[in-house]
């Protein structure tokens, strides 16, 4: 099945900084979502994008639905110890294709250093 | 309290059985998920359902079965077919069939020997 770039692979930074991450496809999408996962545990929706261009904060987080609808990014500015888990980005096809079947990417693995 | 409940949290079950986990939503979502989860990789889709009575093979099929009978419920059956049986499996659900946000369900983590 399709998959999403998701980048980087995985994070340690200290407490305080910022972080950055971002998925890209070659597929356009009508809807991006970002999760976020603690271990055994289910995905937690953090924010839903469904407009190009498109930038959503939720509290320390801000989320962009890319121009050309082939892209997002997530940033956590600040970032807390509870801040450690993954992060999944997910996106909804458009077109023909639209079932609202979720495409993953791999995920971006956080850790935050006190 | 609103969302989906998945039991239970963890299963084992002897190779060459059956076993089926529960999925239970209460927010009168049409469709409804089946993911895989295997260790450090993404969600891999089994099987999903847009509307009661009506289903469809996800991406890795091969293996499972699924019923949609009730709109609150979609079962997923793990068969003695399925050749690498344990995982973490989740279910999530959504308003509508087509387009929209997906929640999910805290998870099962069934283990086959």
């Known amino acids: 099945g399709q998959q999403l770039n998701q980048s980087p692979q995985s994070m340690f930074i200290q407490e305080g900084e910022d972080v950055s991450m971002n998925c890209t496809s070659s597929?356009?999408?009508?809807?991006w979502l970002w999760y976020k996962q603690d271990p055994g545990e289910g995905p937690v929706l953090l924010i839903a994008?469904?407009?190009?261009?498109e930038l959503t904060s939720n509290g320390r987080l801000t989320a962009q639905f890319g121009i050309t609808r082939k892209d997002s990014f997530l940033n956590i500015s600040a970032s807390i110890p509870s801040d450690v888990g993954i992060y999944f980005c997910a996106g909804q096809l458009r077109g023909s294709s639209n079932t609202g079947k979720l495409i993953f990417g791999q995920g971006t693995t956080l850790q935050v250093k006190p | 309290d609103g969302g989906i409940t998945q039991s239970p949290k963890y299963l084992f079950r002897k190779e060459g059985q059956n076993v089926t986990l529960s999925c239970e939503q209460n927010?009168?979502?049409?469709?409804m998920y089946w993911y895989r989860q295997d260790p450090g990789q993404g969600l891999r889709l089994i099987y999903y359902?847009?509307?009661?009575?009506?289903?469809q093979k996800g991406d890795i099929a091969e293996g499972y079965s699924v019923s949609r009978e009730k709109k609150e419920s979609f079962p997923l059956t793990v068969t003695s077919a399925q050749k690498n049986p344990t995982a973490f499996y989740l279910c999530?659900?959504?308003?509508?069939?087509?387009?929209?946000?997906?929640?999910f369900g805290p998870g099962t983590r069934l283990t086959v020997t």
């Open positions: 999530a659900s959504q308003f509508d069939g087509l387009v929209g946000e997906q929640y």
């Open positions: 359902s847009q509307i009661v009575n009506d289903f």
């Open positions: 994008l469904y407009k190009a261009g």
């Open positions: 597929s356009i999408f009508n809807t």
């Open positions: 927010l009168n979502h049409d469709a």
